[in-house]
């Protein structure tokens, strides 16, 4: 994808120039046959990145969405075909309505700037979560571009807003009671694989690779059932510092796993 970096023009946010990328090539060093197929992302650190350099929180928020479009191309140019970024949880409502209504804001931008972008290069968006409670111009934004990239399949780029694990369980297994009730099926029927088929990311594979930035060592209620057997990577890199080479040593330290899946 080499569409411009999204400028949202607001006098009070100090512009800045994105960060140059590098490494467009799969690194000699990484085994292309061993790479994760489906990477979840837990975007942290956005608003310490942002105190430590004394802007306000939102620019790196701003200086984040960077960092997110160059990863989403580095998957591309490097064979990986899912990607599923934390953007948005149910908790992160309790955060001031200066910072909440800029990531609404963002988030809609960032939708409708990169979906020629997305068109082009085969990006299958799909954005996880309550919806009901996102403002309607973000919700139309959201419609337009999973729509229009529906039939697309390059890289499947899953963003979850106002998403909480606990509630997409809590929402699969209601409606598997509801067909209980009504004799759909029967209680024997339910496993593991008919819960997975509830959730929102039923139609992807559960995640190889977990990375979670900014150091903190938790998942944070997200996809607390898919990430049954991801390996995690945690660093103390910043996500808006978080570039290619950064993403180059998680994924060996990736290949350094052995996955034994519970087994020996």
């Given at each position: 994808m080499n569409s411009p970096p999204l400028t949202i023009h607001n006098p009070l946010i100090p512009q800045m120039t994105p960060k140059t990328t590098s490494l467009i090539e799969l690194p000699a060093d990484l085994d292309g046959t061993r790479l994760p197929q489906h990477v979840a992302v837990i975007m942290d650190g956005n608003g310490r990145w942002a105190k430590q350099r004394g802007f306000p929180r939102i620019m790196g928020h701003r200086r984040g969405a960077d960092a997110l479009r160059d990863l989403l191309r580095c998957c591309k140019d490097w064979g990986i075909s899912a990607l599923t970024v934390y953007?948005?949880?149910?908790?992160?409502?309790?955060?001031?309505?200066?910072?909440?209504?800029?990531?609404?804001?963002?988030?809609?931008?960032?939708?409708?700037?990169?979906?020629?972008?997305?068109?082009?290069?085969?990006?299958?968006?799909?954005?996880?979560?309550?919806?009901d409670n996102v403002p309607s111009s973000l919700y139309s934004a959201i419609d337009r571009a999973r729509t229009a990239t529906q039939s697309n399949h390059g890289v499947r780029f899953t963003v979850a807003i106002n998403y909480g694990g606990r509630q997409e369980i809590v929402r699969a297994c209601q409606t598997i009671a509801n067909q209980v009730q009504q004799g759909l099926i029967k209680s024997t029927d339910i496993d593991e694989s008919m819960l997975s088929q509830h959730l929102h990311t039923?139609?992807?594979?559960?995640?190889?690779?977990?990375?979670r930035t900014s150091g903190e060592m938790r998942i944070s209620n997200f996809l607390l059932w898919q990430l049954a057997y991801a390996e995690f990577y945690v660093t103390d890199?910043?996500?808006?510092?978080?570039?290619?080479?950064?993403?180059?040593?998680?994924?060996l330290n990736y290949q350094q796993r052995h996955r034994r899946f519970g087994k020996v």
């Open positions: 953007a948005f949880s149910t908790e992160n409502w309790g955060r001031s309505i200066e910072e909440v209504d800029f990531l609404m804001t963002l988030f809609e931008n960032l939708f409708q700037a990169e979906l020629k972008e997305m068109i082009a290069e085969e990006v299958k968006l799909a954005v996880v979560g309550n919806l039923a139609d992807l594979p559960d995640p190889d690779l977990l990375i890199t910043l996500w808006p510092d978080f570039d290619r080479r950064a993403f180059h040593q998680a994924l």
